[in-house]
């Protein structure tokens, strides 16, 4: 047994059994044993940073990293800025970084560059594998590492002939770290927090599932509490039947409204509300001046018991909860825009659907309208890189196959990694995706004027439009069928088809630009 | 006058006077200021990877560098890889990383990252802009930078606030240092080697000009050294009435096969020869042993003029310079394969034509077939990392736009970087596609057997064949015209009507994954 299949079948008793991949020579030992061991699945992609993004997609719906595969330090490169994002998210990734052979790097060849140093950024773990009789074990470490707490990127670099060269053979998991406990006194400490003055609750992360929002609408309902969540998590449950938290806004000047007068804010799993972005003359702060601010749980510790622990310390166990009730609006007329498009998904989003939400600007409406739609997850752009919502979508349904996954995705930002949807026919995943063609980087029409920068003249206006994408061509070609919509009816219409297709399908909604 | 202003004045002032750019929000203040400076040409790419192998291709043809906007760490990643393949060309790039406000980075909102790692590896050069007073200086400082020599990749990292408080204004060209002159001992040393015995001299970057080509062959001629050029140079010039130089193989086995024999390697300008990957027990040094190499003159030195003075010191002045004959091909017709496609473009290519070329496997007979053709430029791929085809025939373009450019892309490295295609049909730029489509990522192929993994199996091969890519469609959504041809006589056909388009335009050619 060379020292790729060594780590395959590692990985494989680690739980890691689906590898998205795009490979190059330096890989192409990895690549053949992948026939040799059964239990693991190998998605190719098109380009990195579908690879990567699939991998937290996966990840955020499967509980358990995926690993990727990837070609030298460019290879990371292009798949950099979708690991910034599931750092950002704090999915687990074991991020496998082919290299050329340990004793060819100092011949500085045309494809050799600093992998560690561009990994760094992203990785909170970074290991090399120097020999083949390790390799099995430094994959089981990556793949503990991946967990953390909180789950990061684990990048293991990879020289072939770590790979090619005999290996004594693959090594059980190395054990995980779990979370740690909040200790009791700061259990108190916070529910004296919560008794003595105005408190909102800021959960994210861990304790966006179901059991810890019951939590938190306990503590409100006895306490009088706020829950909010942050802009941007990275898998929450909701719907119908789910407790409603509102998500604190993208925009400062709303966030700062959301939080004013709160005496004590407290985080859970959630990092101290800052400004998305720096803007003149405006706060990046966003807490309340004289707002105390609570850690009830570190992203390392363990949320969800410190939320039961906080209900137990303020006896708030018998609280009823208040949750969305099912509804769901009418099926839209007219006009197609950001409005009657959130109307038709409300009214057809399927139950147990997987939203991967890419959609912007135009898209600002849809989780509004689908707060009563059946039970479903809900998948954010945690780092604020885009091109996440296809990649995410294509390994959330590698992820789980008998769930329905809506990608909502912008026409800029689907650009950046369009080549999901290749993956998507190739393996007819489960996937409709809605693509919010507004013809323009409407969000960056908005921070023009939000920066102060005043009004756009006709080269900065050529900056920030996009005219001319036909998204139905380019979805046909890479094999997913495809429809444009230009109506609320034909919307409605192509939707309702495409979510009954059984793999993917894609529909173009021409949205004007203007909310 | 505020710093984004003062430091778009000061890039014109530069002679940098085409950004290709894809902004945040972070960089609004820079993009509104674009219409302040009406000397500054900005252009829009939908993915950062085709604005840094588009300012690779503009700096290979126009000779200066153009300047690169890019929206913090995830956007400098996206960029990285054709970055790389730049830094490989030893391109100037004018590279400004916008990143948030300086008091913002310690709130380590989402998109917060470690620009200066991540750039580290491709720039030789990096400075943060820390004042608006200084902004100005900071800006020439990168152009003069760049310039090297040798060119290379000098990174700008631009907070936000530098560019929206206010600036004293631009300021003049920094000095740039010329290319040192090679001194007239190691002249003398050379040409006592070339004396001596069986010479070889590798050519590659500022050497692959005319007039340095001439020099080389006449040293040839005179002495029966015999000339080499590089594997990918940046930018050869060639064609009907320039000397042929061979160039130094891909594959080891045969570049070894090329140097069989040489008792002295002169370098110019060119890295020592070593394998492109490392593989089982083959060479990654591949110059023979007991060959001596000599160094005429590294990328830092005048490499034109060092050929100038060797061929005084070996009294080569007077050689006959053999070269190309003047011929083409006829047009093919039968099967469309990788020789008849060859055969069609050394039938059509036009005068003055800039081949960009990404053809790989397919496109291995293409520069042999148009060695007679009338004279044009030869971009190769400098770095291995693929998606430099596209973006790179895009800069080309707009450089020299009354020039056809020929882009030569296989089907799987098109798709790295697709939404070039975007950029050339916005701008109307005159370039014709041709896209290699095999179905496979055929180089890998052939790479999994060189290894010594042995044969593919199922899932191996899956990982290596990319069936359905249909870039008409691809095309066609990104506002390219484009035709498919499965025939020698349809490609032909449709290269000859796309050659003769004003403006971008595609041609798929289907062809066998074998050659």
């Known amino acids: 047994m060379n020292g790729a299949q060594a780590l395959i079948r590692t990985l494989v008793d680690s739980e890691v059994d689906v590898c998205f991949m795009n490979p190059g020579t330096s890989e192409m030992h990895f690549v053949h044993e992948l026939d040799q061991v059964p239990g693991m699945r190998s998605v190719l992609a098109l380009f990195e940073g579908v690879a990567t993004g699939?991998?937290?997609?996966?990840?955020?719906?499967?509980?358990?990293?995926?690993?990727?595969l990837l070609h030298l330090g460019p290879g990371l490169g292009n798949g950099l800025a979708n690991l910034h994002n599931a750092r950002r998210a704090k999915t687990p990734v074991v991020n496998i970084v082919g290299d050329h052979a340990t004793y060819h790097a100092k011949y500085d060849a045309p494809l050799q560059s600093d992998i560690a140093s561009i990994a760094a950024g992203v990785s909170g773990w970074i290991r090399t594998a120097t020999d083949p009789e390790h390799v099995a074990r430094d994959a089981a470490d990556t793949v503990a590492a991946s967990y953390g707490p909180p789950g990061q990127v684990a990048t293991l670099i990879l020289p072939a002939d770590v790979c090619w060269l005999p290996a004594p053979g693959p090594v059980g998991p190395t054990p995980r770290t779990a979370p740690a406990v909040v200790p009791a006194e700061r259990i108190e400490d916070v529910a004296a927090a919560v008794r003595s003055g105005r408190t909102a609750i800021l959960v994210g992360g861990t304790a966006m599932t179901e059991g810890a929002l019951r939590d938190v609408a306990r503590i409100g309902a006895a306490t009088g509490a706020r829950a909010l969540a942050e802009t941007f998590p990275a898998r929450a449950e909701r719907g119908a039947g789910l407790p409603v938290v509102e998500r604190l806004?993208?925009?400062?000047?709303?966030?700062?409204?959301?939080?004013?007068?709160?005496?004590?804010?407290?985080?859970?799993?959630?990092?101290?509300?800052v400004s998305?972005?720096?803007?003149?003359?405006?706060?990046?702060?966003l807490v309340p001046e004289g707002c105390s601010v609570h850690v009830l749980a570190a992203p390392d510790e363990d949320a969800p018991r410190a939320l039961a622990d906080l209900v137990a310390a303020l006896d708030a166990g018998d609280a009823e909860v208040p949750t969305a009730p099912a509804g769901r609006p009418d099926r839209p007329t007219g006009a197609l825009n950001a409005e009657t498009l959130a109307l038709a998904i409300g009214a057809l989003l399927p139950e147990g659907a997987v939203v991967a939400d890419e959609g912007n600007t135009g898209g600002l409406f849809v989780s509004g309208f689908t707060a009563g739609a059946p039970r479903h997850d809900w998948l954010c752009l945690t780092g604020g890189s885009i091109g996440y919502g296809l990649p995410v979508a294509t390994g959330a349904a590698v992820a789980v196959p008998d769930r329905k996954v809506l990608c909502l995705e912008a026409d800029g930002s689907g650009m950046y990694t369009l080549q999901a949807l290749w993956t998507q026919a190739r393996l007819g995943l489960d996937v409709t995706t809605v693509v919010l063609n507004n013809g323009s980087y409407a969000v960056l029409n908005m921070e023009l004027d939000r920066v102060g920068a005043g009004a756009a003249g006709e080269k900065?206006?050529?900056?920030?439009?996009?005219?001319?994408?036909?998204?139905?061509?380019?979805?046909?070609?890479?094999?997913?069928?495809?429809?444009r919509a230009t109506t609320a009816e034909e919307f409605t219409t192509q939707l309702e088809q495409a979510l009954a297709t059984d793999g993917p399908a894609l529909v173009e909604a021409m949205i004007p630009a203007t909310l």
């Open 276 to 285: 998305f972005f720096a803007y003149p003359d405006k706060a990046s702060d």
């Open 249 to 273: 806004a993208y925009l400062a000047e709303f966030a700062q409204a959301q939080l004013d007068g709160v005496e004590h804010l407290v985080l859970v799993d959630a990092a101290h509300p």
């Open 54 to 68: 699939a991998a937290d997609g996966y990840a955020r719906m499967a509980g358990r990293p995926a690993a990727v």
């Open 460 to 483: 900065a206006r050529e900056m920030l439009d996009i005219p001319g994408l036909d998204y139905v061509s380019l979805a046909r070609g890479m094999g997913v069928p495809a429809t």
